[in-house]
């Protein structure tokens, strides 16, 4: 006998929403704010340490700190976040039921264990691995249950997502190809899949040697591998977070893209292409070819790439369509001055939008190439590039939308709302800030893993330039604004639960939000010369760094 699904329907966008998709929806946002204050905490120890001036944590607790870090914020927090992103782009866009609820309950439950196991673990001290685990460091076996565990749930979720799909087409609750969102959520999916596989070819026989069942692993197979892991992680969050770019758009503005075609394909270029750049972790390897190095850094890199500028040019681009047909068309960007700036939604995502361009994109394609590669490998300028991409481009994304999400879902008004307008300004410097610094310090040479930039109980002494020491300052300074925003942020997710005004009529959003979120079409039909504008600003921009950047390598990269 089949199941009796129970409804109810949306007064802000008109959704018909499966109940039991409501919940999961729910259960795994809070579940990722909770551990996002977590991992937030420990990311804050780590830069408190970073600074000389104040160098926090002893030597163990840092690296404790460091590897908590990483799992809590780069796999735990926007996983989490990235299931209910999952649930909410199959069953509420395409109004469908959800199959087999028990099973994304069972799939919730093995992530949070694994989650709260692998912080136990960790906070033992027994598994200081950092997040990248690198053998022949060896961590508490229940260490990778943890990994294997939460990743196994993340994996059912996704298939359970693909099932969605397949209903939904099936009981034609959608007509016509998915939603871009949804098209964009199924990318991350299908990107998620390979990730996850990856983990799995590699962290079972982890196990099994830390177990004391298998006598070696040699360290270079598993960096090849766990790098099909631990960098396609990030294009699955690079592809969820362009989608809530094209979902905010819709929601604030009612937006849709300047054409649809064009998305897709830069979609699908990421499946196709995104997972390579996984390959900058290894540049320095000896594993790797030559000429498989020069392919993966040249010409197939440049097609992630290529899909990544494209989205950069239609959301602003659709948005800017969107306001020139509202009235606001003098001038290249009245657009922009009349844009909802006390929304922190739209704020957020366009924030977002800003700074994984200018700051993690640019930075990216230093990183991927390789001759580039060779003076920032191993320096501290690898997590400014991270922390430009995963926070400043992923996680402001998520924690923006969390502002119209939150009140939909829950039927609350936001606490403070006059607070949530400082957020993305306060989260946003603090992350670029972090980025930026961490970026100039790592060009000055700075380690990315040593607790010590002092060097303080080394037999050989050695020390930075005066102003790599500034930098790591300043890197301090921006991670206490930052983790403030951060804080801020998770207090007013929990007080507007707990306390936020019951709303009794819809949360405002754009008259054609539903439409913007589910239909289809394009944009087309006006110039938008503003976007194109801010493209040539972000082009330049670009151009000038990877010059600099040649010219600093030819100055220390003698050849006689």
Same mark, same amino acid.
């Given at each position: =006998?089949?199941?009796?699904?129970?409804?109810?329907?949306?007064?802000?966008?008109?959704?018909?929403?499966?109940?039991?998709?409501?919940?999961?929806?729910?259960?795994?946002?809070?579940?990722?704010?909770?551990?996002?204050?977590?991992?937030?905490?420990?990311?804050?120890?780590?830069?408190?340490?970073?600074?000389?001036?104040?160098?926090?944590?002893?030597?163990?607790?840092?690296?404790?700190?460091?590897?908590?870090?990483?799992?809590?914020?780069?796999?735990?927090?926007?996983?989490?976040?990235?299931?209910?992103?999952?649930?909410?782009?199959?069953?509420?866009?395409?109004?469908?039921?959800?199959?087999?609820?028990?099973?994304?309950?069972?799939?919730?439950?093995?992530?949070?264990?694994?989650?709260?196991?692998?912080?136990?673990?960790?906070?033992?001290?027994?598994?200081?691995?950092?997040?990248?685990?690198?053998?022949?460091?060896?961590?508490?076996?229940?260490?990778?249950?943890?990994?294997?565990?939460?990743?196994?749930?993340?994996?059912?979720?996704?298939?359970?997502?693909?099932? %969605?799909?397949?209903?939904?087409?099936?009981?034609?609750?959608?007509?016509?190809?998915?939603?871009?969102?949804?098209?964009?959520?199924?990318?991350?999916?299908?990107?998620?899949?390979?990730?996850?596989?990856?983990?799995?070819?590699?962290?079972?026989?982890?196990?099994?040697?830390?177990?004391?069942?298998?006598?070696?692993?040699?360290?270079?197979?598993?960096?090849?591998?766990?790098?099909? =892991?631990?960098?396609?992680?990030?294009?699955?969050?690079?592809?969820?977070?362009?989608?809530?770019?094209?979902?905010?758009?819709?929601?604030?503005?009612?937006?849709?893209?300047?054409?649809?075609?064009?998305?897709?394909?830069?979609?699908?270029?990421?499946?196709?292409?995104?997972?390579?750049?996984?390959?900058?972790?290894?540049?320095?390897?000896?594993?790797?070819?030559?000429?498989?190095?020069?392919?993966?850094?040249?010409?197939?890199?440049?097609?992630?790439?290529?899909?990544?500028?494209?989205?950069?040019?239609?959301?602003?681009?659709?948005?800017?369509?969107?306001?020139?047909?509202?009235?606001?068309?003098?001038?290249?960007? #009245?657009?922009?001055?009349?844009?909802?700036?006390?929304?922190?939604?739209?704020?957020?995502?366009?924030?977002?939008?800003?700074?994984?361009?200018?700051?993690?994109?640019?930075?990216?394609?230093?990183?991927?190439?390789?001759?580039?590669?060779?003076?920032?490998?191993?320096?501290?300028?690898?997590?400014?590039?991270?922390?430009?991409?995963?926070?400043?481009?992923? %996680?402001?994304?998520?924690?923006?939308?969390?502002?119209?999400?939150?009140?939909?879902?829950?039927?609350?008004?936001?606490?403070?709302?006059?607070?949530?307008?400082?957020?993305?300004?306060?989260?946003?410097?603090?992350?670029?800030?972090?980025?930026?610094?961490?970026?100039?310090?790592?060009?000055?040479?700075?380690?990315?893993?040593?607790?010590?930039?002092?060097?303080?109980?080394?037999?050989?002494?050695?020390?930075?330039?005066?102003?790599?020491?500034?930098?790591?300052?300043?890197?301090?300074?921006?991670?206490?604004?930052?983790?403030?925003?951060?804080?801020?942020?998770?207090?007013?997710?929990?007080?507007?639960?707990?306390?936020?005004?019951?709303?009794?009529?819809?949360?405002?959003?754009?008259?054609?939000?539903?439409?913007?979120?589910?239909?289809?079409?394009?944009?087309?039909?006006?110039?938008?010369?503003?976007?194109?504008?801010?493209?040539?600003?972000?082009?330049?921009?670009?151009?000038?760094?990877?010059?600099?950047?040649?010219?600093?390598?030819? #100055?220390?990269?003698?050849?006689?």
């Amino acid at each position: =006998m089949a199941a009796t699904h129970e409804y109810r329907v949306c007064p802000d966008t008109g959704f018909k929403i499966d109940l039991q998709a409501d919940k999961l929806i729910k259960w795994n946002a809070v579940t990722a704010i909770v551990f996002l204050l977590i991992g937030g905490f420990f990311g804050l120890m780590v830069a408190l340490t970073r600074w000389p001036t104040v160098h926090l944590l002893p030597a163990d607790w840092f690296y404790l700190a460091l590897t908590a870090h990483g799992v809590d914020i780069l796999l735990v927090w926007i996983i989490f976040f990235e299931m209910a992103l999952l649930y909410f782009a199959s069953s509420v866009l395409l109004q469908s039921r959800l199959p087999m609820p028990k099973v994304g309950w069972f799939a919730y439950w093995l992530m949070l264990v694994g989650a709260l196991l692998g912080n136990v673990v960790i906070l033992q001290g027994e598994s200081s691995v950092m997040f990248t685990s690198y053998v022949p460091m060896k961590a508490d076996p229940l260490f990778y249950v943890a990994l294997l565990l939460f990743a196994v749930g993340a994996l059912i979720v996704c298939f359970l997502f693909f099932a %969605t799909l397949v209903v939904a087409k099936s009981e034609k609750t959608y007509e016509g190809s998915l939603p871009l969102v949804t098209f964009g959520a199924m990318v991350a999916a299908i990107i998620a899949v390979y990730t996850i596989a990856s983990g799995a070819v590699i962290l079972i026989p982890t196990l099994l040697w830390s177990l004391g069942l298998i006598s070696h692993i040699d360290s270079l197979m598993y960096k090849v591998i766990w790098w099909g =892991m631990g960098h396609s992680s990030q294009q699955i969050n690079v592809s969820a977070h362009v989608a809530v770019w094209y979902a905010g758009a819709a929601v604030v503005f009612g937006a849709k893209p300047i054409s649809e075609k064009v998305c897709r394909m830069a979609f699908l270029l990421y499946i196709l292409f995104l997972q390579l750049a996984s390959a900058h972790h290894l540049l320095v390897e000896p594993g790797l070819s030559a000429e498989y190095k020069i392919f993966n850094t040249s010409y197939a890199f440049y097609l992630a790439v290529f899909g990544s500028m494209v989205h950069g040019l239609t959301v602003p681009g659709s948005i800017e369509l969107a306001q020139r047909r509202r009235g606001y068309t003098k001038g290249l960007f #009245e657009w922009l001055r009349k844009a909802p700036w006390g929304n922190p939604a739209f704020v957020g995502i366009f924030l977002s939008i800003i700074i994984f361009g200018f700051v993690g994109g640019i930075s990216g394609v230093v990183l991927g190439t390789e001759q580039l590669n060779l003076i920032m490998h191993n320096t501290i300028y690898v997590p400014g590039h991270f922390h430009g991409t995963v926070a400043g481009g992923t %996680t402001l994304a998520f924690m923006a939308l969390c502002y119209w999400l939150v009140p939909v879902l829950f039927r609350r008004e936001i606490w403070a709302p006059k607070l949530a307008q400082w957020f993305p300004w306060l989260f946003g410097l603090g992350i670029t800030g972090i980025a930026l610094f961490q970026m100039g310090a790592g060009t000055l040479g700075v380690s990315r893993r040593h607790w010590d930039m002092t060097f303080a109980d080394a037999p050989l002494s050695y020390d930075y330039p005066a102003a790599a020491h500034l930098l790591m300052a300043a890197n301090g300074v921006s991670a206490v604004i930052a983790s403030i925003a951060g804080a801020i942020f998770c207090l007013q997710m929990v007080l507007t639960l707990l306390i936020g005004k019951k709303r009794e009529g819809a949360v405002p959003v754009a008259s054609d939000a539903a439409e913007g979120l589910t239909g289809h079409g394009h944009g087309a039909g006006l110039a938008v010369p503003g976007t194109f504008v801010l493209a040539l600003v972000f082009l330049t921009s670009f151009v000038l760094y990877y010059f600099v950047n040649w010219k600093y390598l030819s #100055e220390i990269w003698l050849l006689s």
